[in-house]
Structure formats: C-alpha cells, structure tokens
Nanobody, 121 residues
Framework: QVQLVESGGGLVQAGGSLGRSCAASGSIFRIDAMNWYRQAAGKQRELVAGITSSGSTGYADSVKGRFTISRDDAKNTVYLQMSNLRREDTAVYYC???????????????WGQGTQVTVSS
C-alpha cells in the first residue's frame, strides 16, 4: 500500500551535521503528518520531530534549535536536518507517516525501515 524509503544517516563527529530524507510512495490520498522517531540502545522509541499537512512543526526539547524538519508535498518527502549533533543523538532513526488512502478513510500509520545515526566524540 504505502512504502516509506529513508536515506541519509551514518557516522558523524560530535558538533557535525547530517541530513535525512524519507519518501512515501503508493496509494496515497493525503499525508496528514510526517514524523521522525529515534530509538537508542536500551531505550524506548521517542518522537523527535513532526510536521503536519499545514506545515506546523514540533520538536522534542532535546533537539530544539538543532534539528529542523521540513516536507515537500509534491514529492511526499520529509526531511530532517540535524546540526550540532551530540553523542546522545546516537540512535536508529525512523520515519513515520500518517496517511489517508482515500478521502473518507481513517488514517493509517506507516514506518520506514530505520537507519542508524552514530555520533562519535
């Protein structure tokens, strides 16, 4: 139905920057929101940043001022620009999309495959 394909991520030194992208494809009527989550080893998955269809954004306190989320509706793609990275940002980052398949359907939740981001000191 809907696939989310992530790109970006990898290894970066502390203080550096990294960009992520996530493209949604499939039978999409509308994407209500797109989010980035992360899960560090031994910890629960947490919401990092989100953006709605109207462009409203929200961030976890731990990344405010350092991460920027944006979206390109024409490409059904969400981006996450991460700057001033810290060791504690090391985690597997997952893309998430809240998608309506038809005009009157309930929204469905879809996930990307997840990509490791490692911040070294």
């Amino acid at each position: 139905q809907v696939q989310l394909v992530e790109s970006g991520g990898g290894l970066v030194q502390a203080g550096g920057s990294l960009g992520r992208s996530c493209a949604a494809s499939g039978s999409i009527f509308r994407i209500d929101a797109m989010n980035w989550y992360r899960q560090a080893a031994g910890k629960q998955r947490e919401l990092v940043a989100g953006i709605t269809s109207s462009g409203s954004t929200g961030y976890a306190d731990s990344v405010k001022g350092r991460f920027t989320i944006s979206r390109d509706d024409a490409k059904n793609t969400v981006y996450l620009q991460m700057s001033n990275l810290r060791r504690e940002d090391t985690a597997v980052y997952y893309c998430n999309a809240i998608v309506r398949l038809k005009s009157r359907s309930l929204p469905n939740n879809y996930w990307g495959q997840g990509t490791q981001v490692t911040v070294s000191s």
